[in-house]
């Protein structure tokens, strides 16, 4: 099972640049989460999906970010403009919602720096 | 509001000597308490998921208990590879923010030869 993945792993960019995360979640799992984590804020929510749908979006931070889950098995975080506080390692879950368990399972994140 | 809390924020431990960490909760209703485990430069790893008060799980080394207030992961004679920031988070029942989890801060663990 190849587990979620992401790209790109390390993203550098200037601040006022467009900045577009990608996830492809683990196959069959019907809800996707994206995290930021910072040292002084710890993992933090952003938005997550159930049926490509968003369902909560109160953790994104302003109207500089915006997320879409065109399918399935693809999700992007787009941020634009970027600015160096959104500096911060980005993180994609997915989980089968509705079983007992319902566990999410994280991607290895992207490192984003905006200088 | 729903609040997660971890302590110790960070523990040394030598090789060998046991010991535990600790995540309180405050939720209107758990539907279950998750720890992870996360590496340097890496994803959360899924460990356990807890239930109920007076449910255990064990993997290897460590054992996840879970009362009404608080969940507690045991590490018993901790090996230099234990060493991680462990996470716990809580999902919480009957409100419309669906299979949600909530983190604590974590707690990071150094545990030398």
């Known amino acids: 099972d190849a587990g979620v993945i992401q790209s790109p792993r390390h993203e550098v960019t200037e601040m006022g640049q467009e900045v577009t995360l990608r996830c492809k979640p683990i196959?069959?799992?019907?809800?996707l989460f994206w995290y930021r984590q910072t040292m002084m804020r710890g993992l933090e929510l952003l938005i997550y999906?159930?049926?490509?749908?968003?369902?909560?979006d109160s953790g994104m931070p302003e109207d500089r970010f915006s997320a879409k889950m065109p399918n399935a098995s693809f999700s992007t975080l787009k941020i634009q403009p970027s600015e160096p506080r959104d500096s911060a390692v980005y993180f994609c879950a997915s989980s089968q919602a509705g079983l007992e368990t319902d566990t999410q399972y994280f991607g290895p994140g992207t490192r984003l720096t905006v200088l | 509001e729903d609040q997660v809390t971890q302590s110790p924020e960070a523990l040394r431990l030598q090789e060998g000597e046991s010991s535990s960490l600790n995540c309180s909760y405050t939720v209107s209703g758990l539907r279950g308490l998750f720890w992870y485990r996360q590496d340097p430069g890496k994803g959360p790893e899924f460990l356990f998921t807890l239930y109920s008060a007076g449910e255990e799980k064990e993997k290897e080394r460590l054992k996840a208990t879970l009362t009404k207030k608080e969940s507690f992961l045991h590490i018993t004679a901790p090996k230099p590879e234990d060493s991680a920031t462990y996470l716990c988070a809580v999902q919480v029942q009957f409100n419309n923010a669906g299979n949600m989890l909530t983190f604590g801060g974590g707690t990071r663990l150094m545990v030398k030869p």
């Open positions: 196959s069959g799992h019907n809800s």
């Open positions: 999906f159930n049926n490509n749908v968003p369902i909560d």
